[in-house]
Structures are given as structure tokens and as C-alpha cells.
């Protein structure tokens, strides 16, 4: 390994901090005064169960941390949606199709975004279950936004207004006379 | 602060109106615009004085105008009202035109360069009776217009129209003739006294005087008008009609001179008339087709001087210079006319014959007026005015037709329209790259013209081509519909086809059906139906109209049928005379060459059946149940409704022919109501939804029937004009009768209110004008009917599965619950007629279009007048579109769709539909006819006419060209970056 020195052509130098060699003297440079390794030197065994549990309870924070996440959104998009108004134009119908379209692509994509915090000992199923039902609840609102908008087909009028009229069966005709 | 709000709300909503203004050089791209005046009745030339040579004319349109002599265009022109008939014009002083007018009540000076109005007398008089105008000579000097009117005579001076004397005739006495002889101060009229006693008067032109009066009984009485023989001598039929009569006035005494009719007139067939022209010692007897010149000898003898081979046409006698009288003959030989032009003195002297062309057939001629001029080899040359049976005016000088004005079309009885032809497939190349490179310099000069670089030439060239654009004339069906025929039917029987891209004729035809023939002597045209639309599987056919007609007036004359071929204009089938003719019913349905059905009812209330075909027939009987009629007898006051019985029982049997029986009758009072106005939905109209749509998405259900007629009635005392009666003892009654049970579905009273009313009929509404007597001003109110028995349907999952039975066929006996809804408004204008713009499928607003008393067509939209609309209204309502209730329509000067012309004498408003949706095609006529088209909620279905393709083109291909050289510049960066 050469430490200092750029292994690629960019590289002029590099600190590798990684490294937990316990040996001083296989290093270019003394260790800085008052720096002691001994908290590293540790039971190997214990150390590694140690630190997976660390990682797995950060996993477990950090899953939460995300299935959390579209609550905000929900309040921003609450807000935005109070702000657009609900007269049918660019703005609103805007607001309200994006409020429709970011929980259906986070729906479609509940796998990739807890791809990270896959784990076995990490149960994902609380985090998901709330994920989804935050975007279902945003959706809930975006397809309230578009009901008070007028969007939806939901009155008797959206059904008939081109319904052509019935056909008589009766002609009459006449007149004053010509 | 409320009010203020308000205010500048309603400014803000009222911008936002769809206003059919147009800008000043978009003014005859899409309109046009023709002037007429109708049959000439009388024409008095102005030639004498150099500059422009003019004639004055006065037309059964009541029109009096002054024409160019040269082209015939007109360079002025009054149009007196309907009840302001021109009984006689002459011109006075050389300056003057004089026109008698309302049975000789009312005498009006124009000028006559310009036709601004000098002075106006009116006459009166005690009991109205012929009228009679006399402007002596045509000197500067004699300023004393003699005219004569409801039993008084009248001298008027011509300079300021100030009555001068005034001399009431005995009563009892009918004037049939005014007479100043050349030169003198007398005058003579002359008359009847009843049907035996012929009557002289001698009067002092200068103090009204009486000088003598004379009366004699001639034996043999008298029938029908005096004719003026000569200065003294005079010539009528008597009682029985079989004998001509001179009489001679000399020395104060008269004398008769009898003759039997057959002395003069041998293989005498059917009656004799005496012509109406002033010939000097001449008279003119037409015997059927020919026309017999008789002289009057000073004993009061009768001469025979010859005879015409055909009818002829006179005209009065013209003096020329030197002694010599002349007078214009004008015979119809075949498609030829031929003019002779006669010495009176020296009956074997022609000045003048000649045979001219009719390359048009105008029928017969009706009347003539001579006028001479000195050529240049000081010859004589004459040049006559001649009207024809088809109205139209002709001037015939040198052997040719010099111009020709076809004021038949001032005279309109009913419109309809065609389709023109599809365009067959086959464009030559070079005519393609022809069209293509004017097509791009076109567009070129557009763009130049909106990036205000272009110059006035330019300009000019730009306008041009818009003028011509887009070959709005041109003879086949176009993309969008606005290239139709308007097919016309005038008084005259004349039927002529109008292009709606520039008006020009395409054909015209004087329907030999309608014209005078043997048992029908005063045939009329009464309508166009029609007959044959061809589409889908009858394409190779020409589509044809129904001309409906009638000989003379009366309900029970036989009526007249006939087929016009609308490409042509031949007349394909014409059934001639037939049955009597009171409702013609066109049917819904039609046969498989597209023929639609008709349902003629004759004056016995049987049924005739057309066409006559078996495939008719049957058609016809299966839905022989659920056909009926109803007809309105506005005398007595009843509306009745009748349906179909069995075939007629007559003595020649007749499968089309069907006897029918009375179903019901509504009987209105007839001490109480009148009936004056009825009014029901145009056929054809296409209605897009049975639904209404309102604020917060409430729902309600048109009433929608095809079967409904709108009646008005008024006391019989408010009957007369405005004015007539007061407000107390006048009301208007409203009805909404349903035509196949005759239930009444609406009644509604104006209390104080009182007719004329002008309706309109379309889809669940009605709007009529009428007079509010009470307020002193015009009032609008509209009706809308819903159907309330429809309104339970409000379930959304039973109408998502279709679950309904709102389109299921619907029968008036069902008894359909209706709710109206009403609402007045004052109107500003007096209405002379009233319509509504019809689309293809209906889903566009619809705008009224109102024919104001200035003959102007203003158009109001239907927003206006919803009986909706309140004073405020929620905002749910506001954003609908509904307009806070304000007590009187708004005129919005930029909604005249006619701009700055008038229609004179505007009688009908035809809307045509075309195939773009947003648009309608308004046609006017009156004397002038207008057409339009417009667009109700502007034109959101195309773009506008002046788009510029060219600057689109130009911008995608810059955009186009933009993006290659940035993604090649992007590239180039990309590869130097990678080789850094």
C-alpha cells in the first residue's frame, strides 16, 4: 500500500481513514501525541456483534426516520393545496396532480426506498406499513383536492349533462294557415 | 362601498361578454352586403341638363330612388315605411323630386342630386279616395304642384311646399282623372258619380276657382277606370263591359259615343282591359295575348289602327322637340324583346325598331318609360326603362341591354339552404405549385403586415388578398360549411340561388308553375321546403326544394306545386294545380332517395300525402297513429287539433289522400283575447342535452318537445296600434299549448301590456317582445320550461349503469309534470322580427338576433334573458356565468352584427348552421339583403382566418434549427472535455 501518495493520475494524496492497524511503525507518520489505540484493541468477537447491533438499531431509526418522511410532505402539500384555491386553474389543477403523483410513484417504490435498511434483524414492517399509509392518506387528499375542484364524477349532473334528448314519439305539425 | 364593489364587478363580468364586434378592415371578408329596390311602379327621367344623367324611380317597395343611367347603380335612396305607399312621383323645378304618397295625404319634396328631404306638406282631406298628382310643365316658372287626395285638391308651391288653396270636390263624386292641358291655367277633373254619372269640374289652377261643373248620365253607366284619350276626350267600358266609351268634353258640354267591343277588337276570347298609358289620341285595348291601338277621331269615333301579334307593353307618350309625339311599343317575341318606337301623328312612321336578346328568360314585359336623347348626327336616339315580370329593371338603348338590376330579391317571400357539390378529386400539378408559391407569398406580406413592416402598397395588396382568400366563392362544399346556397323564392315567382360566399347569383328561374296561365290567373308563392337532401346513399342525386304556391289569395284557390333541382334550377316535377292548400307538414322522415315525406292539408281538412310513391306510402303508414296537426283559426279565436282517420272518400279514389277528424279544441274567449302571435320551435334544430347544469352542480331537466306552440292573445280592443287602448282594459295572455293533446301547459298574463309580439321559439325557452303599457316602454320575458317528473334522476350509480329511462322515447299523453320559470325585462328598441342562432349539434351558446325598427340586426346573448338571474347573485352562481339582474337588457353598440349598414326594409332573419360548431350564418333580407356569419361564443373550434401559418412555420423551424446547432455545439464541448 503506498500511503501518501495518489494511486490514480488525479490523486496527489490520500489519507486512508479506514485503517486500523494497531502498529505504529507501519506507518509514515508517528501518531499524533496523546493518541492512544487502545480503545480499538478490543475482543474480536464481541466487538463485531457490538457494532451490528449499533448498525442494525440505526438501520431501524433511519427506516422509521423515512417511513416518517411523507408526513411533512403531507403538511406541505395541505398547505399548498389550502393556498391554490378551489377554482380550476393551472395552479391548483398543478398542485393537485402532483399531490396525486408523489404518493402513487413512493407506492410504486416502497421496496427500493428501504432497500437500504434491509436487514434480519430488522423488522421493516412497522416503517412500511406507515409509509404506505402516509401516501395513502396524501392521496386521500389529493383526490379530495380534485373532488372540491369539481374533477370527479361524483353528481348526477357529470352523468346526464350530454345525454341527448329522449325521442318523441308522437309529430304534429300545422299552423296558421298559409 | 357595496355598490362600489359591485360596480367594478359587473364592469369586469361585462368585459368578458362574448361581443361579435369586428374590426374596420375585417368589414366584408365575411359579410356582404347588396341594395335593391323593388318592381318599379314609376320612373320619371333627368337628362335634360348635362352632368350626370340620372332617373328617378319609385318601386312597390315603397322605395324612391334616383339611379344612375349609365350602370344603374343608385345614387340615392329613401325607403318610405310599409304604410307609406308612393301613389305617384314627378319632378318639380327642375330640382325637385315630388312624391304623393299615403293615398295622397301625405306630398314630399327631395332634392334631387342628393335626396335630402326639402319640405313635407301633408294633405288632408275628409274621405279617402284616389290620388292624383299633377306638376305642371317642367319650366322653372310654374312653381304650383297640383295634387289631389282624400276628396280635396291641392295646390302646393314647390318652392316651399306652402299650402296655397284648397278645394274640397263634392261629395259623392270618385275623381278617376286630373287634366291640365299643356299651357293652360284650367284644370280638369273628371269622374263618376255613382256607377252612371259622369262628372266634369273646370278649375282655376291659379285660385282654385270653380269655373264649371258639368254632369251627364250615360246610358250605358260605367265600370272600371277612365282612360285619358286625349286633352278633352276620354275613354272606359261601361257597366256591362262589352262596350267602349268616348266621352268629349267641348264647350262645356259632354258627349257620349258608344261602341260594342267586337267592332274594334274581332275573335274577342276572354277580357279586355284597357291600358294605362297616356297616349295622344291613342288608346290601347289587351284581348288576351294581343294588343289592339284604336284612334279617337275629334267626332269621338273609334279608328282600329293596328294590332300586335303579342302582349305588349306601352309606354306614355314622350313629346319631341319639333311637333312630334312619340311612344315606346315593347313586345315579348320568344327569347326575344322588340321595341318600337312610334310616331302618334303618323301611325305609319316608326321612329325606331329593334330586336334585342334575352339571353335571360324574364317573362313577360310589364311596363315601359321612354326617353329620348340627341345624338350626336342631331338624330333622335331613345333609350327606354323597361320592367319585367320577373321585377327586374332593364335599360334597353342602341339595341342592347345596357345594364340590368335584379330587384326581384327586394321582394323575398322565404329562404332556405343547399349544400353546394363535393369537390371532385383531381388538382393539376401546376396549378397546385401555383396556388402553393401565392399561397407563401400571401403569407410572406401577412407577416410583413404583423411586424408592421410593411408598406401601403402592401397593405393594400394584403387586404386584397384577404378579400379574396381562402376561394370563398368558389363552387363546391368547404371544409368548414360557410360555402352554401341560399335559395330564394320572391314575389315575383322568381327562384334564385345567392352564394353565401359573395352573393353573387349562381342561377335564377322564373318558375313556369308560377306564372299566369290558363285557371290561374294571380298565382302566388307562398314557401320553400325541402324536398331532397341527399347524403350517404343518394349522393349521385341534386338536392331540390318544394315551391308551395297558390292561385290568387283566397285559402281555397288551388294550390301549386313544384320541385326545383338546386344545381340547376330546372323544375323537375311539377305537379302543377292541385288540391287546395291551407298547412303544408313536412315529416321526419324520408324515403330511399332521401325525398322527405310532406303532409299537404287541403281547405276540407283531408291530408295529402307527398311524394307520391308507394315506399312513401308505406313509410307513411306506419306511423300513420303518430302523426297529427293542429291548426289555429286567429278570426274566431280557436286553436284545434286533429289526427288521422282513414283514406279520403272521394269520388276518384286517392291512396295519398287521408280524411281526418277533430282531436280538440281550445276556444278563447273572443270578448277577452285575440290571437296574435303563434310561434313553435324551428323543425330542424338540434338540441345537444336534455340537462341543465347549474351553481354547485344542481341538475334540472329541459323540457324538450318539438310538439309545443307558443300562442299570444290580447283584448281585441288593444288589437290596433300602441296607444289604442289603455292599460286597464288591455292584457296580454301567454299560453304553451302542447300541439298533439292540446294541453295547456303554461298560462301567463301581462296585465297593461299589448301587442305587436315578435317571439322566438328554441329548445325549452321562449322569448317574446311586447309593449308594456303601464311602464310606456318595450318588454322582453323569457319562459323556460323544465321537465319536473325527470328531476327524481339524480341517483349517480344508477346513471353510471345506465339504469335510467331518460333517453327512452317519450309520448305527450304521459303527462309530463312542468315547471317554468319567467322573467321580464325592458327593452329599448322597437323589434321588427326576432331569431336565434342554430349551430350543428347545439353545445355552442346561442345569441337572439333582433331586427330593430332602424333595420338593423343587433345580437343579444341568451345569458341576458335567463330567469335566473337575480339582483345578486352567489358567487357559485357568478362563476356559472349568470349576470346580476338589472331592470333593462343592455344594447352593446359592438354586438350589431350588421356594424354600420342597414338592412331597409327588414322583414327575416335566417340562421343557418354550419359544420364548425362555434359558428352560425345569419342572413337578412328586407329590400337590402345582408349576410353574415357569426360566432356566438367566439371561434374556439379554428383558428382565425388571419393566422399566420407562415410566422408557425418560420418558429418551428428555428426551434428546429436551434436545437441542432446546440447539440452539436454541446457535443464538440463534451468531446473537448474529455480529451483534456
Known sequence: MEKGKGVTIGRRWAIDFTDSSTSPSSRDIPDPPGFSRVSVELDDSSLSRQKKDAESNWKLQKAWEVAQAPFKNLMMMG????????TVHLFSIGITFSALWQPISALQGVGKVFEPFKDKKVDLLGPKLLFIALNLGGLALGVWKLNSLGLLPTHASDWVSSLPPAQEVEYSGGGIPL | MAIRVFVVLFILLSSSYTISSLYEDQVGLMDWHQQYIGKVKHAVFHTQKAGRKRVVV?????VVASLDLRRGEIYWRHVLGAGDVIDQIDIALGKYVITLSSAGSTLRAWNLPDGQMAWESSL???KPSNSFLLVPGKSEKDTVIIAYGNGCLHAISSVDGELLWKKELDEGIEIQQLVQPFGSELIYAVGYIGSSQFAAYQINADTGDLLKYESEASPGGFSG??????????????????HLVSVKIRNGKISFQQTHISNIVDNLSGKATLLQSKLAG????NVGTYTTFVKVTDEGQFVVLSKTSHAAALSDVLPISDGHFAFSIIQLDGDKIQQTVKDVEDWGNDFLIERIDMTEKRGLVHKVFLNNYIKTDRSYGFRALVVMEDHSLLLLQQGEIVWTREDGLASIIDVTTSELPIEKQGVSVAKVEQTLFEWLKGHLLKVKGTLML????????????RLQSSGKSKMTRDHNGFRKLLIVLSKSGKIFALHTGDGRIVWSQLLRSLQKSEGCEFPVGLNLYHWQVPHHHALDENPSVLVVGRCGSKLDNPGVLSVVDVYTGNEVNPWGHVHSISQVVPLP???STEQRLHLLIDTHGNAHLYPTNTEALEIFQREFTNVYWYSVEADTGIIKGHTLKSTCTLEVEDKYCFSSRDLWSIVFPSESEKIIATVTRKPNEVVHTQAKVMAEQELMYKYISKNLVFVATVTPKASGEIGSATPDESQLVVYLIDTV???????????????PVHAVFSENWVVYHYFNLRAHRYEMSVIEIYDQSRADNKDVLKLIVGKHNLTSPVSSYSRPEILTKSQSYFFAHTVKVVAVTSTAKGITSRHLLIGTVGDQVLALDKRFVDPRRTANPTQAEREEGLVPLTDSLPIIPQSYVTHGLKVEGLRGIVTIPTKLESTSLVFTYGVDLFFTRIAPSKTYDSLTEDFSYALLLITIFVLLVAIFVTWYLSEKKELEEKWR
Open chain 2, 741 to 755: 293533446t292540446g294541453r295547456i301547459l303554461n298560462r301567463m298574463v301581462h296585465h297593461g301590456s299589448q301587442g
Open chain 2, 225 to 242: 277606370e277612365i282612360v285619358l284619350v286625349s286633352g278633352e276626350t276620354f275613354v272606359a267600358f261601361d257597366a256591362t263591359q262589352t
Open chain 2, 454 to 465: 410593411a408598406t401601403p402598397d402592401e397593405v393594400a395588396e394584403i387586404q386584397k388578398i
Open chain 2, 282 to 285: 291613342i288608346f290601347g285595348v
Open chain 2, 589 to 591: 322522415f324520408t324515403d
Open chain 2, 124 to 126: 288632408s282631406g275628409s
Open chain 2, 58 to 62: 319609385s318601386t312597390e317597395e315603397n
Open chain 1, 79 to 86: 398547505f399548498m393545496m389550502w393556498m391554490a384555491g378551489n
